[in-house]
C-alpha cells in the first residue's frame, strides 16, 4: 500500500503576525493618503493595490480579525475606484465598481454598510464613468443627480465636500451632455454658502446655454437676449467677478477665470466701453495662464504630478501643457471639460504658445527697450482675441448640440 497522503493545512496566524499585518494595512493606507494629496496618482493606486493583495493573501488565515480585513478591503477598493476615476482611467473605475456591487450580489448590503454615505457617491461616478465612455443612460444619471440633492444640509457649520464634489460634477456632465435645465435646478442648489456659494456652476451653464441655443441661432444681433438672460448671467456673473476681487482663485480652482473671460467678452457687444471690456477679457484669461503656469509639471487631464521616474510630455505646439501619456494628450486635445467649460487643449494651445514666447522676451529684456517684447505681446493679444471670438464656441467650434 502507498502512504497515505497528507491533508495540507494552512498555517494560522499567531497574534504577534496579525499585529504587524494591521500595521502594515494601516502604512499602505497612509502611504496612499500621502501619494493622494500629492497627486501621485499612479503610486497612490499601486499603494492600494498592494494593500488588497496583502489583505486577501491573509483573509484565509486570520480569522480573529476577519472583520477588519474585509472593511480594509472594501474600502481599499472603494478608494482604488475613486483613483482611477481621477486618472480618467474611466474603464478601470466601472470594471472596479461592477466587482464590488454586482458580481456578488449577496455581499452587495454588508459592503454598503461598510461604505455607508460614500456609497451614493460611488454610485454616481460609476454613471458618470459610463456616460464618459459612450455606454450610460442620461436618465439614470439625472435621477442619482437629484436624489444627492436630497442630501443637501443646511446648517451653517456644516459642509459635505463630498456631496459638493458630486453635484459639481453632475452639472458639469448635464452640461456636456446639453441637459441646461437639470444642470441648473442643481446650480441653484450650490449658492447654498455651505457648499460653493460663487455660482460658478450656474454662471457657466447659463453661458453655455446662450452660446449652444441662442448665438447660432440670432448671430451677432445685438438687441435680442433670451429672456432672464442678462438678470440670471449678471447675478452669477456678479459673483464670480466678487470672488475674483477677494482673491477666490488659484490654481487648484483657476477655471472659472476662464467663464470670467468669456463672459466678459460677450459684454462688449452690449457696452459703451467695448475697448476697455475686452482688455478686462484679456486679462482675465492672462490670470488663467499665470495660475496655469505654476502646476506646469502636472498633467493637464488629470493631475498626476511629475516624478523622476514618470517623466510628463509635453506639448509640441506651446511646450506648456504637460501629459502623463499619450491617451491622456489625446483625450483633452479637443472636447473634454476644462473645469466646467467644454473646449479642449486645442483651443489653448496657440494662446499658451503666444504667452510663453512674450514671457521669455520680457525676462530677457533687462533694459526695457526691447521692440520684440512690444511685437509679441500684440501676438499675445491677438491670439487671446481670436480665442474668445471663436475658440472658446461662438463659432460652434466646441459648443454644439
Excluded at 13 to 28: G, L
Excluded at 263 to 280: A, C, D, M, P, Q
Excluded at 309 to 317: D, I, K, M, R
Excluded at 361 to 385: I, P, T
Aim: hydrophobic content about 35%.
Amino acid at each position: 500500500m502507498g502512504k497515505k497522503g497528507k491533508r495540507s493545512r494552512r498555517k494560522a496566524v499567531t497574534t504577534t503576525d496579525q499585529a504587524s499585518i494591521v500595521a502594515k494595512i494601516k502604512e499602505k493606507d497612509d502611504n496612499f493618503q500621502e501619494c493622494f494629496d500629492s497627486n501621485l496618482y499612479s503610486q497612490a493606486a499601486d499603494e492600494l493595490r498592494e494593500g488588497i493583495q496583502l489583505i486577501e493573501a491573509t483573509m484565509l488565515r486570520a480569522n480573529n480579525i476577519q472583520s477588519f480585513l474585509l472593511k480594509n478591503k472594501i474600502l481599499f477598493y472603494s478608494d482604488l475606484m475613486w483613483t482611477e476615476f481621477d486618472r480618467r482611467n474611466f474603464d478601470g473605475a466601472i470594471q472596479i465598481y461592477e466587482k464590488l456591487f454586482q458580481k456578488d450580489k449577496l455581499k452587495t448590503k454588508r459592503k454598503m454598510e461598510i461604505l455607508s454615505d460614500s456609497f451614493p457617491s460611488l454610485e454616481l461616478k460609476y454613471h458618470e464613468a459610463l456616460l464618459r465612455q459612450g455606454k450610460g443612460n442620461i436618465d439614470t444619471f439625472i435621477s442619482l443627480s437629484k436624489l444627492r440633492l436630497t442630501h443637501v444640509r443646511t446648517d451653517i457649520d456644516y459642509i459635505d465636500f463630498d456631496l459638493e464634489n458630486d453635484l459639481l460634477r453632475s452639472a458639469d456632465i448635464l452640461r456636456m451632455t446639453k441637459h441646461f435645465d437639470a444642470a441648473i435646478v442643481i446650480g441653484k442648489q450650490l449658492e447654498y454658502e455651505e457648499l460653493t456659494g460663487d455660482k460658478v456652476s450656474l454662471a457657466t451653464t447659463y453661458l453655455e446655454q446662450y452660446l449652444v441655443e441662442y448665438y447660432p441661432k440670432f448671430g451677432r444681433t445685438v438687441d435680442y437676449l433670451p429672456e432672464n438672460f442678462v438678470s440670471n448671467m449678471g447675478n452669477a456673473f456678479g459673483s464670480l467677478i466678487e470672488k475674483h476681487n477677494n482673491g477666490g482663485f488659484n490654481k487648484n480652482n483657476a477655471g472659472p477665470l476662464l467663464v470670467l473671460a468669456q463672459s466678459t467678452y460677450l459684454l462688449h457687444r452690449f457696452s459703451f466701453h467695448g475697448t476697455e471690456v475686452i482688455t478686462k477679457a484679456i486679462g482675465f484669461l492672462e490670470e488663467y495662464l499665470d495660475l496655469f503656469s505654476e502646476v506646469e509639471t502636472h498633467c493637464s487631464t488629470c493631475g498626476q504630478a511629475g516624478t523622476p521616474t514618470e517623466v510628463q510630455l509635453v506639448c509640441s505646439g506651446c511646450r506648456v501643457a504637460c501629459y502623463c501619456s499619450i491617451d491622456h494628450q489625446r483625450m483633452t486635445w479637443k472636447k473634454e471639460a476644462v473645469k466646467g467649460m467644454h473646449f479642449g487643449h486645442e483651443v489653448l494651445c496657440p494662446v499658451m504658445k503666444a504667452s510663453r514666447k512674450w514671457r521669455h522676451a520680457l525676462s530677457n529684456d533687462k533694459d526695457g527697450e526691447d521692440d520684440k517684447v512690444s511685437r509679441l505681446r500684440r501676438r499675445f493679444e491677438r491670439e487671446c482675441l481670436h480665442c474668445l471670438s471663436d475658440g472658446l464656441g461662438l463659432r460652434k467650434k466646441c459648443f454644439q448640440k
